[in-house]
């Protein structure tokens, strides 16, 4: 038979035709093929055996006795819900065999009195069927791969918590072991590095709340780091007010963590020396896109001005950390002198 596939496994057909001689013959060419075939006459026959299940595929003739088979399939259901038809009609008009179509039917044959027709009806039955079966099958790896992904997401949200808490907890050590010394330069140290941490925990406290664990929007972000660092420094007596102006924009988890520290190092030597220890000043982060593909992130203060040259005040390590966070994030940091005041920008490619 010049017209079949080559189809591994045998197929059970429902046949909906009220002409019992053709009938035999159908089920006669289908069990050459190794196909078993089941015969009714009418749509209950037929709607009771497809909600039995093991039913395949559909053989549907277009005329019967008391309805046709445009009725039954309009009675079976969506596509999904039940197998695949395949519609048969004597008719020659293409109009038929369109709204058969139209109204679910997954192939068409005209039905005649040659050996060609049994061919053919073979051959749509063995190619509708395993077009289904390949698309049930892409179903359900795609409904495995939402499963998995869904519980890797939720996995990797729990971790994300885990981290958070735990870096709280490293921070809140910290803090306490800062109140508890007395040199002021180790003080400063502990405090410094309190602000390092929490920035990172930040990030993971930001991506076990949000839909999408793989990025972070940095304007959310950002604005809740320098928040809890303003919050911080101001309960020592620093009086600053910072302001933020941050467009909402998604980095992937290791460009956030580098990106917070580095606002998070640029925000405290702001707090701490670009005003005179009685003065209030005010600290502005913000951030643009730029149209070379860049996102800018400036911290702005109006204090005593600093062009980065020269040496750093306190340790140093706050300089070392912005060189090598720079490098990390394949950023520019440049400083500029305002009047009054610095203007410190951090540049990189945003893909």
Excluded at 55 to 68: F, G, K, R
Excluded at 143 to 171: F, Y
Excluded at 262 to 278: C, H, Q, S
Aim: aromatic share 4%; net charge negative.
């Amino acid at each position: 038979m010049p017209y079949g596939t080559d189809l591994k496994e045998s197929i059970r057909v429902l046949h909906v035709e009220d002409d019992m001689a053709l009938a035999t013959l159908v089920r006669k060419a289908l069990a050459r093929r190794g196909h078993e075939t089941v015969h009714v006459t009418t749509g209950d026959e037929a709607l009771r055996l497809i909600t039995a299940g093991g039913v395949d595929i559909v053989a549907l003739d277009h005329t019967l006795a008391a309805e046709t088979g445009l009725d039954i399939l309009a009675r079976m259901g969506p596509r999904g819900s039940r197998p695949p038809v395949v519609y048969v009609t004597g008719s020659m008009d293409a109009r038929l065999a369109i709204e058969a179509l139209k109204q679910g039917a997954d192939d068409y044959v005209i039905k005649d009195a040659s050996e060609e027709f049994f061919d053919l009806l073979i051959a749509a039955l063995e190619q509708a069927f395993e077009r289904w079966r390949l698309k049930s099958a892409r179903a359900r790896d795609q409904q495995l791969i939402r499963e998995a992904r869904d519980r890797a997401e939720m996995l990797l949200k729990e971790v994300n918590h885990r981290v958070a808490n735990s870096l709280g907890l490293v921070a809140a050590m910290v803090r306490m072991q800062a109140s508890a010394v007395s040199d002021p330069h180790a003080r400063h140290a502990l405090e410094e590095t309190q602000s390092r941490i929490s920035a990172v925990a930040g990030v993971h406290r930001h991506l076990y709340t949000s839909d999408n664990i793989g990025e972070v929007d940095i304007g959310a972000y950002l604005s809740h780091l320098v928040g809890e660092l303003s919050a911080s420094l101001a309960g020592n007596g620093v009086l600053r007010m910072v302001k933020t102006e941050l467009i909402p924009i998604s980095l992937p988890t290791d460009k956030a963590v580098t990106l917070g520290v580095m606002v998070g190092e640029l925000v405290t030597n702001a707090f701490k020396y670009a005003y005179p220890a009685d003065v209030t000043g005010e600290i502005r982060v913000r951030s643009q896109k730029l149209d070379n593909g860049r996102l800018q992130i400036c911290v702005d203060d109006d204090g005593i001005g600093w062009d980065g040259t020269g040496a750093a005040q306190g340790t140093g390590i706050g300089s070392k950390v912005l060189r090598a966070m720079a490098r990390n994030l394949d950023a520019e940091v440049s400083y500029a002198q305002l009047n009054p005041g610095t203007s410190v920008s951090i540049e990189f490619p945003i893909g």
